[in-house]
């Protein structure tokens, strides 16, 4: 499988240049959507991309290899696609991925759940839940 398609990419280096932009002029870093996420087929290792270097290989985001501490940090996309799993697998990216949420909200929910897996369940689950305004139109409605 390809883990970069060109848009991809594109998007990932524009995340890139913002944040050095934003460094350079002293403005607050951006807090951008993650643009790809991987995965093992086999284990609950994740990883979930911001942002790619002028290198094409270094991507800055959220990592999760499964023990329970997932981390914002650097990461390098050839170590991804060099790991080789049982069964001939390898690492994948999630196809269907798409996220309204900035990566500073799915580090704070993957540290509180222990995991990329579990942030994902508590943050559908949240998005899913009718906010209280929403609430207080039904009840105004039925009521």
Known sequence: MILLTP???????ANGIAHAA???????????????????PVS????LATELDRD???????AD???????????SLREIAS????????????LHFETPH????????ARAAGSIMGAAHNLARR??????????DEGGRHG
């Open 22 to 40: 934003a460094q350079h002029h002293g403005q607050p870093e951006p807090d951008p959507v993650p643009v790809v996420k991987f995965f093992s």
């Open 127 to 136: 998005s899913a839940a009718p906010s209280n305004d929403e609430a207080a």
């Open 83 to 94: 790991i080789h799993l049982p069964f001939g697998l390898t690492i994948e990216r999630d």
């Open 56 to 62: 094409g290989d270094t991507l800055f985001g959220l």
């Open 65 to 75: 290899l499964g023990f329970g501490c997932p981390e914002l940090g650097s990461f």
């Open 7 to 13: 848009d991809l990419c594109s998007a990932l280096h």
């Open 44 to 47: 609950a290792a994740t990883w």
């Open 102 to 109: 900035p990566i500073s909200v799915w580090a704070d929910a």
